[in-house]
Each structure stands twice: as C-alpha cells, then as structure tokens.
DNA sequence: TTGAAAGCGCTAACAC
DNA sequence: GTGTTAGCGCTTTCAA
C-alpha cells in the first residue's frame, strides 16, 4: 500500500538509510548515479516522505499558518488565492484559522504556535485587536511573522499593506469634486489600523476642502449585521441623509444599498457612494459601486514571498519590512461620474 | 522563552516524563492530585506540547486537510467557515488547498496525504475530475474522506451534498410558471456533479412542461472568464435571446447582468433569471436576484462532524454516508416575481 | 499508581 | 561517498 519508509528504501536498494536520506535530499556528498537509483526507486515504490518525522528531526514543518478575521470577505478570499500560489510553489503547506474579529480566539490560535507548530505566520488582526502582547509573545518564541492588510501599529514586524490613507483621501476628493458637500464616512472599528488610516484621509481631504468638521462626519456602524443595517437606514433617513458616502469596508455595501432601496434614495442623485471592496459584484451593481480596490491578490502573493524569504534567510531581517501595494479609484456611476 | 518540553515539566516536578506524560492526557492510571500538580505546572510554564513528536508517535496529526477548486466563491468560503467552526470545537487543524480546477493539481495535493499528513480529508472535486482514482488512492491508504458539494459519483463515499437535482426542477418550475417559454440553462461542466443534477432536474421540468427538447437549451459555458463574457453576451443577442435563463453556479451572474446592461436585455421583461448562488449581494442588485441558495454553512458542518465521526469511532463505516441538505428558493424579482 | 525504556521515521554528526 | 548512530519530543508497553 502506501507507509513506505526510508528504511525500506534502504533495503530494497541494498544501502544505507542516510546515503538514501541524503540522495532525496539532493546532498553534494552523494554520488549522481546513486542519486538516480535512489530516485529510481523511490517513485516506483511511491514514497513519500513522512513529514511528522522530518519536522521533529528538523525542528521545521514546510507548513506556515494564516489568521483571518473571515474568509467569506472578497479580500481575504483573494489574497489566500495569492498565498496559496506562492506557498505552492515553494513546497509549503497552509493552515487557516479564522478568529471572528475576537481577539481571545486570536490568542489562543497564536498561543499553540508556540511550539513549532509553523514555521511562519501571516496574520490580519481582529478589530478587537489594540495592543498586540500575543503576537510579540509568539514571536518572540521566534517565529517569523508577516503582516497583511490589518496591522498592529505598535508591533516592529513586517508589514504588506494598501495605501489606506491616500486611499480614503482620494475617495473624498472624488465625492467632493463629484458634487458632495458634507460626505460622511462609515467606521467599523475605530482601532483597527485600515480604519483609522482611511479615516484620516478623509478628515484630511475634508479639511482641505474648508468643511468644518462636524463630528457627525463619521459613523460608527458597529455590532451584529442587522444593527449595522438599522443604523445606516438611521442614516439615510431623508431628514439627516449626507449628500456622499464612504463604505470603509466591504460589508457594508450591501446595507448601503439596501437602504437606498428601502428608502427610495436615489445613488448618485441623492447620495453618492464610494466603497472599499473587491466585490466582483461592484460593476453589476444599480448603478454600478465606484469603488477603492485593494491589490488582494498581489498583496496575498507579497506577504507570503516575504515570509518566505524570512523563514529561509536567516540573515534577512524581517521586522524591518514593509510593502505598500496601491489600492485604485475604479470610477464608476455610484459616485456620479 | 518557550520551547519546553514535557522533560523539563517531569524535571519541574520530579517525576517521570511517562507519569507528566499520562497526566496531561488524563489517563485513569494517574491519580487526582498528581495531575492537578502537572496541570498546575504545565500552565505555570505555559507548556505546548510538539504537536509533530506526538503525531510521530501515535501516528496522527489532529489536521484534516479540505481541498476546493477556488475560494473566492461564497459557497465555499462559507462552507469553510462551517469546517472551522467545528475543526475548532474538535481541537483540529485545518489545511488548505486549491485544485484551481485542474485534476492534474488535485492528484499531487492528494498524493501528498499518503504518508499520514492528514487524518482525513473533506474534498470537492475540480470540473475536470472523471475518475476518482487519485481519491480512491488516498482512501485506500486508510485516510477518511468525505465529498462534500461536488462528488465523484463512482466513489463509494462519504458524501454532504445538496438537492441539485430538486432544485434545477424547482428553479425551471418557477421559470415557467412566471411565463418563460424557452428557458436556457447556463452550463459549465458536463461532467461535474452538481452541473449534471441540475441540469437533469430542468431537463425532467421542460419534458414534463410538454416543451420540446431542442438542443439549444442547454448553453455550455467554459474557459477563461472572457471567453465566458463572450459566449453570455452572444447568447443574450436580440436574435436569439431567451425568454428564461439559469445560472448554474454563481460566477455566471456577472457576466449575466453585465451582458443584459451592455444590450439593453431587461431583466425580467426580457428574459427571466434565477442564479444558483450564496452571493450576499443577489438582494441588492437590480432587479434583485432570485437565487437557489445553497446550505454552504450547514454543509460546511456536517461534512465537518461526519470526517470527525469517521476520524474518531472505527467502527464507524463512513463511506455509507449521505447527507443531503436542501437548497432554497429565494425569489426576487429577477424572475418576475 | 508510577517509572524505565523502546521506539515513531527521519536527519545530521561523525566515522570509515 | 557511504555507513553508523544518536537523538528530535512524545506515547506506550511492561515492570516495579
């Protein structure tokens, strides 16, 4: 069957086991035609190599880990479509863990990284994530760590991120040269570091502009969905409807329409909308969503090659990283263009 | 900083490894207060345990491996939170891998779990999977699988799936009873699974309907998502349009509704659509989408518990297993409800 | 109830 | 270039 063993090898070629260790591993010390019986074998009989036992000896696993907040989320979907082609390609093996923005499950799913269960991790924290004791603490275990989309401010680490701030800065100069005179932002966390750099952004394009910044500029949409649908309804109702609108993360789109629906609030007439998502949806939308799209894929493919170099150059120092992928303006009807 | 072993707890507490060992496991051979003094010391030093050593030894991982075509589908995606959801409660790992469709891709991924990587596998077979025998392989070497979605229907397997065919019958029903004459079905594999039971049910739903079984109702939608836009666009031509359509799987929904704004083809009035998909955008898009929504969560975890199921109890026969989980009508207004 | 010791399959010194 | 051997950290007989 299967549950072929070096050993066997070993016995079947007449040599020793770490001549043939040594031969599967490509070493120098080896002869080329031994090499080659080696081989020879060892697909015929169809080993494979039994990985508990090479991690143990190794003290390394080929197998990294990846913490997300969700999957059902077009960003995260995409950008694991980019860590998985990269870790492919580089023979390694991908563990998701999915936290629920809950910073305890995110403890916890970091706390058994501990021991040696990867050899390196990318991770996009939960909203509920302020100080960041639990990454340190893994990686100060040593374990290399990346990064991606939503990062921990106060943590040297390597980081692949989006231009968030220029981001929502661009947004709001769209919906103010479009027409809008008091756009409002939707906020989901004020922690979490995309939120609060697109929010900047914002305020900045605003201030630029000479709105007065009123503090009901940004809205907090926070808690179940059903309570973030009530909220934005809140919002548009006609008396206190803003004239623009920013969506700062994708699931908040589908309420903002929905509401416009209800409401019979007409986009872009009525209120203009710019949303952050990498909804493939966006351009079928009525009208169809302007949004800022996030470089998902490449930023998944970033994060994992840099890991990657990390886990294998010993030299390289990590920490030090950081990459910014450009997000874009993709103009739209939603916005009144 | 960490890194310690079950030998320096034994060292700690002046006792056995095998006792500390037994301890933690909390066999009946060890009495109370000797584990409550391990425990105390193993939390005390914030012990993990090698989770590669044990597997070594006992010959399992606690990791189940799941492997998709894609996950950038909200079936899936959700499907997986559904997975994790249980894996967690369970103490499992979950690894991910993407076939990307390609059969080629998938045997080397299962290729792999022979050598006990994994303790089980959850899979959903590519487009191009006919024959099962990279599946049966893996099964043979005593690994427990379960299909869930798309199946390999010559596998005797464990098997979570849906009432496609029902729900092809169901989503052509309805077609015709809001007045299509002539509807289409959007198809993507003949030899996938789920496409052929769907399509089954809105063949059995057109003979019964007295309508004549043309050739032309059954449209073959394959290649590149271009190629895809083409062929959509094409069809929905003034010429040859038809009065109903049904979107077999979700990412035929863009080029859909992309298709009827570049022609000016109004939905419903023109041509009637239902859409087999989990997208949470379907209520928003206009006219909003009647959809088959699939039980992507719950099947996510039931497929979950019956692998842990066939994992844990042996004497449990798994390959007699079917689940099947019903599909949902949600009718809106893309069928001219 | 506890402990000593033999490996799980592989790799990496170190001999030859 | 190839072989011998000692573990990686843990579990599990088997003996005490």
Redesign the pocket.
């Known amino acids: 069957m299967s ?8 016995k079947e070629l ?12 490509d ?9 080659a019986k080696v081989l020879e074998v060892a697909t015929r009989l169809n ?8 991690s ?4 390394k696993s080929r197998t990294i880990a990846v913490v997300i907040p969700e999957v059902a989320d077009s960003f995260f979907s995409i950008a694991i479509n980019g860590i998985e082609e990269v870790a492919r390609e580089k023979g390694y093996h991908v563990l998701i863990y999915l936290s629920h923005e809950s910073l305890e499950r995110e403890t916890e799913i970091l706390n058994e990284f501990k ?2 269960r990867v050899d390196g991790l990318m991770i996009s924290v939960t909203s509920e994530t302020c100080t960041g004791n639990h990454i340190t603490a893994a990686m100060n275990s040593g374990l290399p760590v990346v990064f991606f989309d939503r990062i921990c401010e106060d943590i040297q680490a390597a980081r692949v991120i989006t231009d968030d701030f220029e981001s929502g800065y661009i947004a709001t100069r769209h919906l103010l040269e479009k027409g809008s005179l008091h756009p409002v932002f939707l906020s989901i966390s004020s922690t979490l570091s995309i939120n609060q750099r697109r929010e900047a952004g914002f305020i900045k394009a605003l201030q630029e502009a000479g709105i007065p910044e009123e503090k009901k500029s940004i809205i907090p949409c926070t808690g179940s969905d059903e309570q973030i649908a009530a909220q934005i309804l809140q919002l548009l109702e006609p008396a206190n409807r803003p004239d623009g609108l920013i969506a700062s993360v994708e699931k908040l789109v589908p309420p903002v329409y929905m509401a416009c629906q209800q409401l019979g609030c007409r986009i872009p007439d009525d209120v203009r909308v710019v949303g952050f998502t990498n909804l493939p949806a966006a351009p079928i939308l009525q009208p169809a969503l302007t949004t800022i799209t996030q470089p998902a894929f490449e930023m998944g493919k970033t994060a994992a090659a840099l890991l990657f170099k990390g886990i294998e150059k010993t030299s390289f120092d990590l920490s030090k990283e950081t990459k910014v992928i450009p997000s874009r303006l993709m103009q739209r009807a939603s916005s009144g263009a």
Chains 1, 2 share one sequence.
């Open positions: 549950k072929i063993t070096i050993r066997e090898l070993a007449g040599i020793a086991v770490s001549t043939v260790s040594k031969a599967l591993r070493s120098h010390e080896i002869s080329t035609e031994t090499k080993y494979i190599p039994n990985l508990y036992a090479s143990l000896r190794r003290q021991s040696g």
